[in-house]
């Protein structure tokens, strides 16, 4: 990471590699709709520093908002919201111990004052959080907007073509 402003819009971070299984699917939304995005491993507990770093210059490297995905003791949205203004949108991954309520708990319960939006556990939230993104961009965004109505009548279409489960 540097601090050299950059074309990406979007920030997603993830507290271990082994968020990555459930932080794909942010990523796999972004590429669809063609979002301008940035993926990096940002711990909370062991890369400390890179947290701040990471959040301190993210308004001026020109990212708009950023998705945090952790799992376990979840502090990394929390802690990035703490240091930036921009948007924070939390995935909870689902942990091995807790089946992801401890992560879900973490991100959730922040403090009036800090805001943190918190998706669902694993890969629902995942999607949801980069689809989230994309409409906080498609706000002033016209393509981008054509794009997500697109993926909506897409989706609606797909579930239209096949109402027989058993089929
Ligand atoms: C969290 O600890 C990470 O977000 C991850 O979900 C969890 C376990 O990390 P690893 O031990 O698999 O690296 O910080």
Same mark, same amino acid.
């Given at each position: 990471m540097s601090s050299i402003v950059s074309t990406a819009r979007i920030g997603v971070v993830m507290?271990?590699?082994?968020?990555w299984e459930t932080m794909q699917h942010a990523v796999d939304v972004l590429v669809k709709l063609d979002v301008p995005h940035e993926v990096e491993v940002v711990s909370a507990h062991r890369t400390p520093?890179?947290?701040?770093?990471? /959040?301190? %210059?993210?308004?001026?490297?020109?990212?708009?908002?950023?998705?945090a995905? =952790?799992?376990?003791?979840?502090?990394?949205?929390?802690?990035?919201? /703490?240091? %930036?203004r921009l948007p924070v949108l939390g995935v909870p991954v689902q942990s091995? =111990?807790?089946?992801?309520?401890d992560s879900l708990l973490s991100i959730v319960q922040m403090p009036a004052g800090i805001p943190v939006a918190t998706l669902a556990i694993g890969r629902a939230g995942a999607v949801n959080a980069g689809l989230l993104a994309a409409a906080m961009l498609a706000v002033h965004d016209p393509r981008l907007a054509e794009a997500l109505d697109a993926f909506r009548r897409e989706q609606s279409e797909s579930v239209l073509a096949h109402p027989d489960p058993r089929a």
């Open positions: 507290g271990s590699r082994s968020d520093d890179r947290l701040f770093e990471y /959040a301190a %210059t993210a308004v001026d490297r020109g990212l708009h908002a950023i998705i995905g =952790a799992g376990g003791a979840a502090h990394l949205p929390g802690m990035l919201a /703490a240091k %930036t091995k =111990a807790l089946n992801g309520m």
